[in-house]
């Protein structure tokens, strides 16, 4: 497993200046397309069709850190700057309506209200573990923007965009990707949201 520890690393700092390569807390990443073999099959397909790829790093983990607060918990990262990737679904005139959401840790995304109008359905709910899994092919723990599904929905919290690095999932939960925030608004497919986490 690869740490990476530096302590005393401010979030967003990038050793040696290279892409890709982020700082947060106690973990140190490398670029992402060096290390393909640590993301999900759709996140490096995707990744692959990304020219933003080259900006992303990822770092190895321990899985049973893979869970928001034991990561930053283990490895002094602050919340603010952990996204949560959430999916979301609803119905309209009988057609599934999916969002992915990704908001800042130490929020929750506003399902209830802002996400069902953005769907346009009369009841908006987090899809179901196995549900999740099997529409992204990701491991639940490890959902993240980047390779959903082809219909659906991104909606990114737009105080996201303000952190120098976000972590996120990798599809795998022995994995997380760093990427600089306003980087997420040009994730394919996303639309930056205001309020979207409160």
Known sequence: MADGGLPGNQPGDRPANQPGVLAVGGLTTVPVLSRLDLVA???RAALEAWEGASEVGVVEIDPGLADTAALSAAFDLPLEASGNCVVVGGRRDGVARTAACVVRADTRADVNN?????????KASFLSMDQAVTET??????????GLPDGWRLFVDASLLEQAAVVVGSGLRRSKLFLPGPLLAQVPGAEVVEGLGR
């Open 41 to 43: 099959l759709p996140v």
């Open 114 to 122: 802002l996400v069902k109008r953005r769907l346009d359905v009369r």
């Open 137 to 146: 092919a990701m491991e639940y723990g490890g959902i993240t923007p980047v």
